[in-house]
């Protein structure tokens, strides 16, 4: 039996840039034809783990964080919109909207990914946060998007309250900050090479056909 391809995506579901990477990734993986040749895992990183449980205004939050001045904000939601709307993805920021904290989703991710739906749940809270003003740092939100995938919402809920499995989580976003990843996205092909920011499609086809003409 052939080997798959194992891709690690290092992301964050409040990361824009992260949606727009995969868009990219999934576009190249689709015109190879290599739908059933790759192992997609998503791997935790959390933009702001000190950010507290009432979030923060996503324009203050940039200005703070970044320095991002207003017409810089309003050029970079035009761009990143406009980039989204390119692979079918709607990026739809409003002035009431937060940066939270991102804790529980990653928890609610390793979960799924245990019940075959990792990427199904990524993909949904992608767009509840950036296409449909949800506020995923909600437990009320997260159950609606959790069982919207198939997933129990009550038995994924109740690992929330378990400190052993935070603590997993953050042990594993050690674990790649340790191997030097510092920004996401970040994937990495067949645990050997890396590709850290949203590069352009015809960037990953050239990675994948490498690792295929390779085996």
């Known amino acids: 039996m052939t080997t798959k391809i194992k891709l ?31 192992d997609i895992e998503w791997q935790p990183f959390e933009l702001n783990p000190t950010m507290p449980p009432e979030g923060e205004n996503l324009r203050e939050h940039s200005a703070r964080k970044y320095g991002t001045t ?14 989204g709307a390119e692979h079918g993805f709607v990026f739809d920021y409003f002035e009431q909207m937060k940066m939270v904290n991102t804790l529980d989703v990653h928890v609610l991710l390793e979960y799924a990914k245990q019940v075959g739906k990792q990427t199904e749940l990524k993909m949904r809270l ?29 038995e994924a809920l109740s690992l929330l309250d378990n400190s052993a499995v935070a603590e997993q ?14 920004g996401v996205p970040t994937v990495i092909f067949n645990q050997s090479s890396a590709l850290t920011g949203a590069h352009p499609v015809e960037a990953y086809k050239q990675v994948l056909t490498d690792l295929m003409a390779q085996r």
């Not at 990361?15 to 790759?38: M, R, S």
């Open 126 to 154: 992608f767009s509840a946060f950036f296409t449909e003003h949800k506020d995923i740092s909600e437990r009320s939100i997260l159950a609606q998007e959790l069982s919207s995938v198939g997933i129990d919402a009550k």
């Open 169 to 182: 989580v953050r042990a594993k976003e050690a674990h790649w900050q340790q191997l030097g990843i510092s």
């Open 8 to 38: 690690d995506i290092i992301s964050d579901v409040v990361c824009p840039w992260c949606i727009v990477g995969f868009k990219h990734l999934e576009t190249a993986i689709n015109e190879l034809g290599l739908q059933d040749q790759v």
């Open 70 to 83: 207003p017409e810089g904000s309003i050029r970079a939601r035009a761009n990143i919109t406009q980039q």
